[in-house]
């Protein structure tokens, strides 16, 4: 445990990229507010963040939704950070993307101001999603922070995932221009999919994705032509590492290895004889949109590193979903 910091808080802090980051940010001495959806009745167990190491002094959680975003004032007040890290997400088309985007926009943008409001946060790190750069009908071999994804581009394919990719490249957009027309220093780090281990209870989406071939599951192959990804805590060192570096301006992609679904086939046949992993000519007739490579330059210039490879992401993933009864 490193020595005392400020206060920071964190938003959406009982999902997947939040609660390791939350770990990760009392490991380093940070005091964290976590928000989470309001639970009137107290149905939900936050034990697997309350008893992690540290939290029992330096981890206060508050309730907060993103539809009343004045509610995040009492976290946000005294921090000298915030993490934006929660998401409205709706993959069973529940409600309209008209009305996620606008939540997701109104949401963030209400939490932007309590930032400025609140005078001692000094800079926010916004977690956006390689979603906001991948798409588009001009096919590229790699992106860069340059790209921005073509929203009508997004809806011609009438994915159940399209409305979280929309909200998320519209609501970046907006919260970089929010924070230049009124002098917030905000960074946003683009994850592409995050694979690894997870402290939250829930099943995250983007590993179940990556271990489409490991559960056997062939309608979300489609995803996995050619997936970038990086480990969870990869990812969560490079919010922390954002937050910290000084000079930390604008966009950065972070993502440390693409893979073709063939190359991936080889590997986990390879690497996990004991699973019934589909052989290369199986899935020749996979269809989906492969997807461009993603660069990682700009975060790498910045200093950071990158610790784990393809080998720990399943592993590691692997040994998770065991443990937590999903293998």
């Not at 939540?103 to 001692?120: E, K, M, P, V």
């Not at 969870?232 to 919010?239: G, S, Y």
């Not at 990158?306 to 293998?327: R, T, V």
């Amino acid at each position: 445990m490193e020595a005392d910091k400020d206060k920071v808080c964190v938003t959406g802090g009982t999902g997947f990229v939040a609660s390791w980051l939350i770990m990760r940010l009392l490991q380093h001495g940070y005091s964290v507010h976590a928000t989470v959806r309001p639970d009137p009745e107290r149905r939900r167990d936050f034990s697997f963040l309350t008893s992690l190491p540290g939290a029992s002094e330096k981890l206060q959680i508050f309730q907060a939704d993103m539809s009343f975003p004045e509610n995040f004032e009492a976290a946000i007040k005294g921090c000298i950070g915030v993490f934006h890290v929660a998401t409205p997400v709706d993959f069973e088309n529940k409600e309209r993307e008209e009305v996620i985007v606008k939540r997701t926009i109104d949401g963030t943008l209400g939490i932007l101001t309590a930032c400025l409001n609140s005078r001692t946060v000094k800079r926010v790190v916004y977690t956006s999603s390689a979603s906001a750069v991948e798409y588009n009908d001009k096919f590229v071999e790699t992106v860069d922070e340059s790209f921005w994804s073509d929203v009508d581009y997004i809806k011609s394919f009438k994915s159940p995932f399209g409305p979280y990719k929309i909200s998320k490249t519209l609501t970046e957009k907006r919260a970089l221009e929010f924070a230049e027309e009124h002098g917030l220093d905000l960074v946003t780090v683009i994850p592409s999919f995050i694979v690894g281990p997870f402290i939250c209870p829930k099943f995250p989406g983007s590993v179940h994705t990556a271990m489409a071939m490991i559960v056997g599951e062939r309608e979300q192959y489609g995803a996995l032509l050619n997936i970038s990804m990086v480990h969870t805590d990869d990812v969560a060192r490079a919010h922390i590492h954002l937050f910290e570096y000084p000079d930390a301006k604008g966009r950065y992609i972070c993502s440390s290895h693409t893979i073709t679904i063939e190359e991936m086939s080889k590997f986990l046949s390879a690497k996990y004889p004991e699973f019934p992993i589909p052989t290369v000519e199986s899935l020749k007739d996979i269809e989906g949109k492969k997807l461009p490579g993603v660069s990682s330059k700009k975060l790498l210039d910045s200093g950071f590193e990158f610790n784990y490879g393809l080998d720990e992401m399943f592993d590691e993933a692997i040994q998770c979903c065991k443990e937590k009864g999903y293998l």
